[in-house]
Nanobody
Framework: QVQLVESGGGQVQAGGSLRLSCAAVGRTFSRHVMGWFRQAPGKERELVAAISWSGGNTYYTDSIKGRFTISRDNAKNTVYLQMGSLKPEDTALYYC????????????????WGQGTQVTVSS
């Protein structure tokens, strides 16, 4: 089992940057695919980025390509989401999640979830 705690959210102006962190407790962190999801008010939760066990494979949803970067440090049991060129439409509650399968892009495979961290981008 993996327990996840997100941090790094906040309020920022459009064009700004934030880095989200997700610290994991659990001996099997390095064997989990990690993903960042977000949910805006009135919208469904969406997978925005994912990273493989080794960090060698990544996935990004089209709306954040070129602006966000996902990375992980298995020695620190932490996954990051570096967000740049933020837009008001990036405003959402951001969750990290752990997936014990090797499939990055299937949301149903993510079994463990953090509580979320709020990101608010003002225009």
């Amino acid at each position: 089992q993996v327990q996840l705690v997100e941090s790094g959210g906040g309020q920022v102006q459009a064009g700004g940057s934030l880095r989200l962190s997700c610290a994991a407790v659990g001996r099997t962190f390095s064997r989990h695919v990690m993903g960042w999801f977000r949910q805006a008010p009135g919208k469904e939760r969406e997978l925005v980025a994912a990273i493989s066990w080794s960090g060698g494979n990544t996935y990004y949803t089209d709306s954040i390509k070129g602006r966000f970067t996902i990375s992980r440090d298995n020695a620190k049991n932490t996954v990051y989401l570096q967000m740049g060129s933020l837009k008001p439409e990036d405003t959402a509650l951001y969750y990290c999640a752990a997936n014990p399968s090797p499939v990055l892009r299937e949301p149903s495979r993510y079994a463990y979830w953090g509580q979320g961290t709020q990101v608010t981008v003002s225009s």
